[in-house]
């Protein structure tokens, strides 16, 4: 039974195959956790230059505390026959509320 090297993928440029192919065992290792790190690398600066432009593009309305995201919507909770507006933002699983005014408050 003969062993067939492996088919390089067809977009990858010729000198990377060249070298590759010149290279020994633990070179080829050292290069494929070099190429997986530095592929993770460019995908986190990539998530987080699109992150960045996103939140660019939030406004933050001028009432805003500095604790609460740019995401947050307003909403109003009834407590005791009193109404209350609430700053509310989800993280992750869990929603998460601030006290705002309230609702006769003249806002």
């Not at 060249?18 to 986190?44: C, F, G, M, V, W």
């Not at 109003?76 to 929603?95: A, F, L, P, S």
């Amino acid at each position: 039974m003969s062993y067939e090297p492996p088919t390089p993928p067809a977009n990858l440029p010729t000198e990377f195959v060249t070298t590759l192919n010149e290279s020994d065992p633990e070179q080829l290792r050292n290069i494929a956790s070099y190429a997986e790190a530095l592929a993770e690398h460019k995908e986190q600066e990539a998530r987080l230059e699109e992150s960045a432009d996103q939140e660019e593009v939030e406004e933050r309305p001028d009432d805003l505390p500095d604790d609460v995201p740019a995401k947050a919507t307003i909403t109003i909770k009834e407590i005791n026959d009193n109404r209350y507006y609430y700053w509310q933002w989800r993280e992750g699983d869990t929603v998460t509320s601030k006290y705002k005014s309230p609702v006769d408050s003249g806002e």
